[in-house]
């Protein structure tokens, strides 16, 4: 997925094997692997000629935000959890979390 994330567009199977150069992986292993991303939502493919052009689902940042959120239904506590985390962040990650909120306080007053 980070690969596929760091692209500017859509790529194919065998651009993916192209970008993995650190490791000696047979196509039909990138293929298999991109097909099963593309199976549990991970990816969009659509068809390019003959080959498959593959595309993140969602950004990187929704992927993260959903499994923050995933990690919050664990717990039978969500204020604890969520004061824990405001607690951990620092100054700054502070300070965006204050303004997201604000925005969001703004547009339910609209």
């Known amino acids: 997925m980070d690969i596929i994330w760091a692209q500017p567009s859509s790529v194919t199977a065998r651009e993916v094997g192209r970008l993995i150069a650190d490791r000696d992986l047979a196509p039909t292993t990138v293929m298999t692997v991109l097909d099963r991303l593309t199976r549990k939502g991970f990816l969009l493919r659509t068809r390019d000629g003959r080959a498959w ?3 993140p689902a969602e950004s990187r940042d929704a992927y993260v935000a959903e499994l923050m959120l995933e990690a919050l239904d664990l717990t039978g506590d969500r204020s604890a959890a ?3 985390f405001a607690q951990a962040v620092t100054g700054t990650e502070a300070d965006i979390l204050r303004r997201a909120l604000t925005d969001l306080e703004e ?3 609209e």
């Open 53 to 55: 052009r593959y595309a």
């Open 82 to 84: 969520l004061t824990r």
């Open 107 to 109: 547009l339910e007053d």
